[in-house]
């Protein structure tokens, strides 16, 4: 069975500052999707990146980006140029191919503070 | 477009009562899922519906909880009765637009709604 870890409970970052979030997981599969989710107090889950295992290149948006890297089964966020509205749970999850309709799994997420 | 709506927002009841939950998905998707969240974790999926076909429910907790989705639209979860571990956030996301929207949603994509936040006293 696949398993997403973030040993990262709690990260603090400075506005306008870089962040880095950690995520591994384990899988047998060869082909999956990974994404990023950030949950504000609202609990409206958000989808902030995702990253197709079969693409080397690395996702971004805008201030958010990914360094995936497949044989160490690791998958972290980088935030850059923090920003206030940045402060939520940010969750790591994994999805199995080929359908289009495979459940989450989800890590334990990280609380990112952001301070002014 | 409207997102992934759910209703109560927040429900309060005793333990051994009953309580259900609402959501409607996205117009035209097919796929809906319900997640269970407990405090402090990340989501766990209770079960998956493929139009009105259950998918997957292996880690629902069939004593207890039951989910419907008519007309493959709407769906309900229902707990009956509640224990104190049900406490929790109850989301429902929804994805896979048949005919994906022209430079619109990525078609893997699941939506969320803003969760019902249920506690069991």
């Known amino acids: 069975a696949q398993t997403v870890t973030q040993s990262q409970p709690e990260m603090s970052v400075q506005e306008a500052e870089t962040v880095t979030l950690s995520c591994t997981y384990d899988?047998?599969?060869?082909?999956?999707?990974l994404f990023w989710y950030k949950q504000p107090p609202s609990r409206q889950m958000i989808l902030v990146i995702r990253q197709e295992a079969y693409k080397q290149q690395n996702a971004t948006e805008n201030r958010f980006s990914v360094n995936f890297q497949k044989a160490a089964k690791s998958f972290s966020l980088k935030i850059s140029d923090s920003q206030l509205g940045d402060a939520a749970m940010y969750f790591c999850?994994?999805?199995?191919?080929?359908?289009?309709?495979?459940?989450?799994?989800f890590g334990q997420g990280t609380t990112l503070q952001v301070k002014p | 477009e409207a997102g992934v709506a759910q209703s109560p927002r927040y429900k309060i009841i005793e333990k051994r009562q009953s309580v259900a939950f609402w959501c409607n998905p996205i117009?035209?998707?097919?796929?809906l899922y319900w997640y269970q969240q407990i405090l402090g974790q990340g989501p766990k999926l209770l079960i998956q519906f493929q139009n009105n076909g259950v998918v997957d429910d292996s880690q629902l907790p069939k004593d207890r909880f039951s989910a419907e989705r008519l007309k493959g639209v709407d769906s309900t979860l229902k707990i009956q009765p509640a224990k104190l571990e049900d406490s929790a956030v109850y989301l429902c996301?929804?994805?896979?637009?048949?005919?994906?929207?022209?430079?619109?949603?990525?078609?893997?994509?699941?939506?969320f709604g803003p969760g019902t936040r249920l506690t069991v006293l």
């Open positions: 996301a929804s994805s896979f637009r048949r005919v994906p929207l022209a430079g619109g949603e990525k078609i893997n994509e699941q939506f």
């Open positions: 999850a994994y999805r199995s191919p080929p359908s289009n309709t495979g459940k989450l799994i």
């Open positions: 117009s035209g998707h097919a796929t």
């Open positions: 899988t047998s599969e060869s082909d999956y999707y």
